[in-house]
């Protein structure tokens, strides 16, 4: 309680709360502000579906976290203090006292006023108090999203020039592997043509245009244009000469393939994967030469075509073993117009075959030898191929007449080197075959030194031999051919000799024979005595055959000829019920079934008392395991009928 005179003053503060503050009394958990200020961010479930929460921050990490968040937003407030919010700012009314400490407050966020002095700006400017700049949250948050899309952009654009500058100069450190990828260079554009490219480009409306470039630099730009277009120009000259120059022998090389293709060569590109690794044409029927001259794109962008535009020509015969085949191949190599030699032969032998007989009964030996073949041309890879394929030939024929001659070696010595074998046919005259080196001084030799002309018989030697083994090859062929075909098809039984098949058909029907009186015999004993009937049978197996004595006679001569012109073995056999013996005829009205029987085993059944749709009688082929049980029925029902009575038996 204070006297008139005085005024009473009351200033609220907000401070700072001491350690140990409950968090209960603190303004933070007030009770309309207690749900949210409760709820935590979830950090991790656990597998039992217990919640793991951040745990609660205190007074002090709060307002830590709020000034850290106004500073992000707003700026940074650290050179501002609650002292510079008391200083007064004389307003335009002058209402408001320089004590007040809430109308300093209010004046502090008011406008100033604009002064009406004339005084200078700068000495203006020197009465102003130096303050930190603030900026709007509303203007803040755009400046900020644009600034950090411009950044983002700017990294891309760098990512973007890293990765352009890393292929330039990969580019310019890897050598070119053919002159038309060495000439793609040329193509590209100059830094003045990209300028020009450049200054033609249309503006954005918005934008203002540039000044217009100065006539010199126009003139270098386009002088550098029409330098570049003279280059290209150049290129494109040189490039359809040289395609001029090359397409006659390219049309030759070509020709060639598509020759050796037709006269039955086997041909195969270089790299044989190559359509299926590179477009995927398995299945596919193309050309055969489709796979030549096609590069492939490696990984990292450059071009292979070593191996492209190769082939394999495979010239061993068609009948000779796979080891000789998996030998016997040419490369076609693509090399210059100017190599003629374009076949290469890896594993060719280059020696021929030669057949002497030498009679060394007089001093100077005479020596018949066999013709020697000319050398193809370099030109006719039809010929080359030949060549090479009866080399292949002659070299196995040596390796075989190695092997096979030792079997004369108890009866003919022998001398075998490296490239000949020598057989003694007599005191006096012997046989040499030779592996001569194709072409050589010593093949011309041996044909100078011939004393006789006539070399007919050493050719047609080295001839037959070489047909013989050819003839071998082409055995063992169609032998392993029969072997598969007889492996993939059902085996059939085979045929019974045709001296024992009558015999041996008439063993089966004495077998069968037996059974089928076995089941007769026990149905009926079994019907006569449970039966109001007697039931007999006539057993003739062998009514079939007329003539006992012809059917023999028959037999001993199917021996020797045709087992389909046998007299047929067979019979039949009668059964019926109240009857003794009467006449065939007569066994009609009492017969129940009658039997036909045919080597080895077939048997046909009739039943003249079996009721069907038509009237009565049935044929039925049976098998002997189904025979008691419809005898049994039948005979039942004729019991039942009582159709079959003695006197009718008897008359």
Avoid at 14 to 35: I, K, S, Y
Avoid at 147 to 154: C, G, I, K, Y
Avoid at 410 to 439: A, N, Q
Avoid at 566 to 576: D, E, H, K, N, R
């Amino acid at each position: 309680m204070t006297s008139d005179a005085e005024t009473l003053r009351i200033s609220v503060e907000r401070v700072q709360a001491p350690q140990g503050t409950p968090e209960v009394l603190l303004d933070t958990l007030a009770p309309a502000h207690a749900p949210l200020a409760s709820e935590r961010a979830l950090l991790d479930i656990h597998a039992d579906g217990q919640r793991i929460v951040a745990p609660r921050l205190s007074y002090m990490e709060a307002q830590r976290a709020q000034r850290l968040r106004l500073w992000a937003e707003r700026g940074e407030f650290s050179d501002v203090h609650a002292s510079a919010l008391h200083t007064s700012t004389p307003t335009a009314s002058g209402a408001a006292s320089s004590t007040d400490p809430l109308a300093a407050l209010q004046a502090a966020y008011e406008p100033p006023t604009s002064s009406t002095t004339t005084e200078p700006a700068s000495s203006d400017a020197a009465q102003v108090v130096s303050k930190p700049g603030t900026i709007r949250e509303s203007e803040f948050v755009p400046f900020r999203d644009a600034m950090v899309h411009q950044l983002e952009v700017a990294l891309f654009h760098a990512e973007q020039a890293q990765n352009l500058l890393g292929m330039l100069i990969q580019h310019s450190r890897t050598e070119p592997t053919n002159t038309v990828l060495a000439a793609q260079s040329e193509y590209f554009l100059d830094p003045q043509s990209i300028s020009l490219s450049a200054l033609e480009r249309a503006l954005p409306d918005e934008a203002e245009p540039p000044p217009p470039p100065p006539l010199s630099q126009r003139k270098l730009v386009l002088e550098e244009k029409r330098a570049s277009l003279r280059r290209v120009a150049a290129l494109l000259s040189q490039g359809a000469d040289e395609l001029r120059a090359s397409h006659t022998p390219e049309r030759e090389r070509w020709l060639a393939l598509q020759q050796i293709q037709r006269r039955g060569w086997k041909l195969t590109p270089g790299r044989p994967l190559m359509d299926i690794e590179r477009f995927d044409t398995a299945g596919t029927s193309h050309h055969v030469l489709q796979g030549f001259g096609m590069p492939v794109m490696q990984g990292d962008g450059s071009v292979k075509e070593e191996g492209a535009r190769d082939a394999w020509i495979g010239y061993g015969p068609s009948e000779a073993p796979l080891s000789v085949l998996q030998r016997t191949l040419a490369y076609w190599a693509d090399a210059s117009s100017s190599d003629e030699a374009k076949l290469a032969f890896p594993d060719r032998s280059w020696r021929r075959l030669c057949v002497q007989f030498r009679d060394t009964s007089q001093s100077p030996p005479r020596v018949w030898s066999s013709a020697s073949i000319p050398e193809a041309s370099a030109t006719d890879y039809d010929a080359q191929l030949y060549d090479a394929q009866l080399d292949a030939v002659d070299m196995e024929l040596f390796r075989e007449l190695i092997a096979q001659s030792g079997t004369l070696s108890p009866v003919l010595g022998r001398t075998i080197t490296d490239h000949s074998i020598e057989l003694p046919l007599s005191s006096t005259l012997d046989v040499r075959f030779e592996l001569v080196p194709y072409g050589s001084e010593d093949e011309r030799a041996t044909s100078t030194n011939l004393l006789e002309a006539d070399t007919a018989w050493p050719t047609l030697l080295l001839h037959v031999l070489r047909l013989r083994m050819v003839r071998g090859w082409t055995r063992r062929i169609s032998a392993l051919r029969n072997t598969h075909a007889a492996a993939i098809t059902v085996q059939r039984p085979s045929a019974r000799s045709t001296l024992m098949a009558p015999l041996w058909e008439l063993y089966e029907y004495t077998l069968f024979l037996s059974r089928l009186q076995s089941f007769l015999t026990k149905a009926l004993d079994h019907h006569n005595t449970k039966g109001t009937t007697h039931a007999t049978m006539i057993w003739e197996p062998y009514n079939a055959i007329k003539n006992v004595h012809v059917w023999i006679s028959d037999l001993l001569d199917v021996a020797q000829d045709d087992p389909q012109s046998a007299s047929p073995c067979g019979g039949s056999v009668l059964v019926y019920v109240n009857a003794t013996y009467v006449p065939v005829d007569a066994l009609r009205s009492s017969m129940i079934m009658q039997l036909i029987l045919r080597a080895p085993s077939y048997m046909v059944a009739f039943f003249p008392r079996h009721p069907t749709p038509s009237g009565l009688g049935v044929r039925i082929p049976l098998e002997l395991e189904q025979l008691p049980s419809l005898l049994l029925s039948e005979l039942a029902g004729a019991s039942a009928s009582g159709e079959a009575s003695p006197r009718e038996a008897s008359t």
